[in-house]
């Protein structure tokens, strides 16, 4: 069986690349879910704050994932949905399986990835102290809670601030349970600022900064957890030990995008985003396959990832209905001081415009992001506010685009 296109994942990033695929003249699609249904992440998000941006109304994670699922009705997109995919090869083979149809090798004109990320593990981040019961991904407990029906645990302590923690926090309160602390290593917050606000101010849970879970207790099950403060070199400084009597411990200690399937296509891969290296279109390395959403780097807000996989489903489109766009006349994109990391890598030469998005690497007040052209300044865009927690965005117009004279951009931070 042959596809124009053949979207892997069916979460908020796979439904917006096929609709916007669609939109764009192509017809025959196929999205693969290894989920029983569509929505991804989303369907364990019943709180609210989806939305704000793409439309303008503020939606919990079914209704946002509700409103995209409903859309594919009006379309002639198959879906396919509890089937696992083992293998994509560089000539876009898909190698997948299900009950129903058993093994299946699938040929796509064009794909996209749109896998989605996986959270990091207590193997991941090496915590000393015992094995017992009680020790989950905060996004595992989500799902126990919010899909399952299932009540993890009552005095609670959670590692790590990323978005996840921050709001397992609040929901773990308005279930009964006790949230004694929320601990992060780093000197800041990795969650949005209004997650810290609404999920841990708000319900009067305390955040310590700069520390880290040193001893965890209990045979059969976490009886009790010790965590301290740490220096610069991110080691327990002896005498600020606090113990908490608990019975679970969360864990929402990073992301990483889930790209086993991107390697096993050969796609060059960035080791600063964990996700595959794209051109401004969402195009990898390897012709006609694009990448979009938390795979490719790891979203703060699922709007931008919505913009993001639109951009790669037209994109999609154009690649089999013109052909393949010329790749070796490119800008490269490089992050300069302060900057993680920037997507997309490389722009064409030929693009009218490019939007580039990046994550700082500390806090920065009234400071400046700089876009330098080799050696040359480019454009210098104010902030007021820089986060780690919040990803960046920013625009190169197409009359900047035109002044560009090297083959090198390079994002870094001005500090005022």
Same mark, same amino acid.
């Given at each position: 069986? +042959?596809?124009?296109?053949? *979207?892997?994942?069916?979460?908020?990033?796979?439904?917006?690349?096929?609709?916007?695929?669609?939109?764009?003249?192509?017809?025959?699609?196929?999205?693969? /879910?290894?989920?029983?249904?569509?929505?991804?992440?989303?369907?364990? +998000?019943?709180?609210?704050?989806?939305?704000?941006?793409?439309?303008?109304?503020?939606?919990?994670?079914?209704?946002?994932?509700?409103?995209?699922?409903?859309?594919?009705?009006?379309?002639?997109?198959?879906?396919?949905?509890? %089937?696992?995919?083992?293998?994509?090869?560089?000539?876009?083979?898909?190698?997948? *399986?299900?009950?129903?149809?058993?093994?299946?090798?699938?040929?796509?004109?064009?794909i996209v990835l749109a896998m989605g990320c996986r959270e990091r593990t207590r193997g991941a981040i090496s915590?000393?102290?015992?094995?017992?019961?009680?020790?989950?991904?905060?996004?595992?407990?989500?799902?126990?809670?919010?899909?399952?029906?299932?009540?993890?645990?009552?005095?609670?302590?959670?590692?790590?601030?990323?978005?996840?923690?921050?709001?397992?926090?609040?929901?773990?309160?308005?279930?009964?349970?006790?949230?004694?602390?929320?601990?992060?290593?780093?000197?800041?917050?990795?969650?949005?600022?209004?997650?810290?606000?609404?999920?841990?101010?708000?319900?009067?849970?305390?955040?310590?900064?700069?520390?880290?879970i040193i001893d965890i207790e209990g045979k059969n099950r976490v009886e009790g957890v010790t965590i301290a403060?740490?220096?610069?070199?991110?080691?327990?400084?002896?005498?600020?030990?606090?113990?908490?009597? +608990?019975?679970?411990?969360?864990?929402?200690?990073?992301?990483?995008?889930?790209?086993?399937?991107?390697?096993?296509?050969?796609?060059?891969?960035?080791?600063?985003?964990?996700?595959?290296?794209?051109?401004?279109?969402?195009?990898?390395?390897?012709?006609?396959?694009?990448?979009?959403?938390?795979?490719?780097?790891?979203?703060?807000?699922?709007?931008? *990832?919505?913009?993001?996989?639109?951009?790669?489903?037209?994109?999609?489109?154009?690649?089999?209905?013109?052909?393949?766009?010329?790749?070796?006349?490119?800008?490269?994109?490089?992050?300069?001081?302060?900057?993680?990391?920037?997507?997309?890598?490389?722009?064409?030469?030929?693009?009218? /415009?490019?939007?580039?998005?990046?994550?700082?690497?500390?806090?920065?007040?009234?400071?400046?992001?700089?876009?330098?052209?080799?050696?040359?300044?480019?454009?210098?865009?104010?902030?007021?506010?820089?986060?780690?927690?919040?990803?960046?965005?920013?625009?190169?117009?197409?009359?900047?685009?035109?002044?560009? %004279?090297?083959?090198?951009?390079?994002?870094?931070? /001005? /500090?005022?």
């Amino acid at each position: 069986m +042959c596809y124009d296109l053949i *979207v892997i994942g069916g979460g908020p990033a796979g439904l917006a690349a096929a609709l916007s695929a669609y939109e764009n003249g192509l017809r025959n699609i196929l999205i693969i /879910e290894r989920d029983k249904e569509l929505g991804g992440i989303l369907n364990q +998000c019943i709180h609210n704050g989806f939305g704000l941006h793409y439309f303008k109304e503020e939606l919990t994670g079914p209704e946002y994932a509700g409103k995209f699922i409903k859309m594919l009705d009006d379309t002639n997109v198959k879906v396919m949905t509890d %089937t696992m995919v083992l293998e994509l090869t560089k000539d876009k083979k898909v190698h997948c *399986v299900n009950t129903a149809d058993g093994y299946q090798i699938l040929n796509g004109k064009s794909i996209v990835l749109a896998m989605g990320c996986r959270e990091r593990t207590r193997g991941a981040i090496s915590i000393p102290g015992t094995r017992p019961a009680g020790i989950l991904t905060a996004g595992a407990a989500q799902r126990y809670v919010n899909i399952e029906g299932h009540m993890v645990g009552k005095k609670v302590v959670i590692l790590g601030s990323g978005d996840i923690g921050l709001i397992m926090a609040r929901r773990m309160t308005l279930e009964g349970a006790k949230v004694l602390a929320c601990v992060e290593l780093m000197p800041y917050s990795g969650g949005l600022q209004r997650n810290i606000v609404q999920c841990l101010h708000d319900f009067d849970i305390p955040l310590y900064l700069s520390h880290t879970i040193i001893d965890i207790e209990g045979k059969n099950r976490v009886e009790g957890v010790t965590i301290a403060e740490v220096g610069a070199d991110r080691k327990p400084i002896a005498g600020t030990e606090i113990h908490f009597d +608990c019975d679970t411990i969360l864990l929402s200690v990073g992301l990483i995008p889930e790209n086993e399937l991107t390697k096993t296509a050969d796609i060059e891969m960035d080791g600063r985003t964990n996700g595959s290296v794209v051109y401004e279109n969402m195009e990898t390395s390897v012709d006609g396959i694009f990448a979009c959403g938390n795979v490719v780097h790891v979203h703060d807000l699922v709007d931008f *990832v919505t913009a993001e996989s639109q951009k790669a489903g037209k994109a999609a489109a154009d690649y089999v209905l013109n052909g393949e766009k010329e790749k070796s006349d490119y800008i490269s994109l490089a992050n300069g001081n302060g900057v993680g990391y920037t997507v997309p890598q490389k722009i064409r030469k030929s693009a009218d /415009e490019a939007e580039i998005f990046f994550r700082v690497r500390q806090i920065f007040k009234n400071s400046a992001i700089v876009v330098m052209d080799g050696e040359t300044r480019l454009a210098k865009f104010k902030r007021e506010h820089l986060a780690p927690g919040e990803m960046e965005k920013i625009k190169i117009p197409n009359a900047l685009m035109k002044k560009i %004279t090297s083959d090198k951009l390079t994002v870094l931070i /001005e /500090e005022a």
